[in-house]
């Protein structure tokens, strides 16, 4: 059992004997960087803004006929993962203030607001990707600068009768270091530039909704009409009030509601 414990470790046992400390850091590094670019990924699955099939209908709907019915669509989804879609709430905070008339400036100082805030999560884990991607050929670089203080620290304890085998350990070490950095720098940065990528796509994507939401007038009452609305209404108070139907409010359909008729 010792035996195959050994075999199992041998391989990081050498890699850190062949580049030293510098290995230990860089490998501390590159488990950083995975636990940010994983929890970039969970964070996004779940939190990220997503313009939904059903969010497309109801804004559809709204810049067809900007009336409360696509504000009724937004409601009417109530599962989990579309309450954690911070477009949503956007949508709807867009949408009632445009139906109960507050200041425009207000309102896109409001949603500028909620922007940034739903962007948020993102920024640290994409700065410490970056962080990484930085650090790895700066640290390689310290690995090559130490690995050549060795050899010639060497060198200069034999008196200038260094043989190869006594400088080959330090300029191995260096190579070493310097290899490893490259290696985890590389694809960190690649990393990086992707969700940097996703995360300017998101807040295009953020702002041309709102613009598509805040664009469309809403019907308005002129005031002639509303001045013959106020004389019908002082006219109706002399006759007797006759019941009109009121229109059913609107409700959330089931899948099921079709099926159960």
């Known amino acids: 059992m010792a035996n195959s414990a050994d075999v199992y470790a041998t391989p990081l046992q050498q890699l850190i004997d062949m580049g030293g400390p510098v290995i230990v850091v860089l490998l501390v590094l590159a488990l950083v960087g995975l636990i940010a670019f994983f929890y970039l990924l969970l964070t996004a699955a779940v ?7 059903p969010l497309k209908k109801a804004l559809a709907s709204w810049q067809e006929k900007p009336t409360p019915d696509g504000l009724h669509q937004l409601d009417c989804q109530s599962s989990w993962l579309s309450r954690q879609n911070p477009l949503q709430a956007m949508m709807t905070t867009a949408m009632s203030g445009r139906l109960a008339q507050r200041s425009p400036d207000t309102l896109r100082e ?21 962080v990484v991607a930085a650090l790895a050929p700066l640290l390689g670089l310290l690995g090559t600068v130490l690995g050549m203080m060795a050899s010639f620290s060497a060198m200069a304890t034999s008196e200038g009768q260094a043989s190869a085998s006594q400088l080959s350990g330090g300029i191995y070490e260096a190579l070493t270091t310097t290899a490893a950095g490259l290696v985890l720098a590389i694809p960190f940065a690649a990393l990086a530039a992707w969700a940097e990528f996703r995360l ?3 807040n295009s994507m953020v702002n041309a909704t709102l613009v598509s939401v805040l664009t469309p007038e809403l019907p308005e009452q002129s005031e002639e009409s509303a001045t013959t609305a106020s004389e019908r209404g002082d006219s109706a108070n002399d006759q007797p009030q006759r019941s009109t139907p009121q229109p059913e409010p609107m409700t959330c359909e089931t899948p099921f509601a079709h099926a159960a008729g």
């Open 200 to 202: 300017r796509r998101l």
């Open 47 to 53: 939190f990220a803004p997503r313009l939904s099939r």
């Open 110 to 130: 409001a949603l500028s607001r909620d922007a940034r805030a739903a962007l948020e999560p993102f920024d640290a884990p994409l700065k410490v990707l970056e």
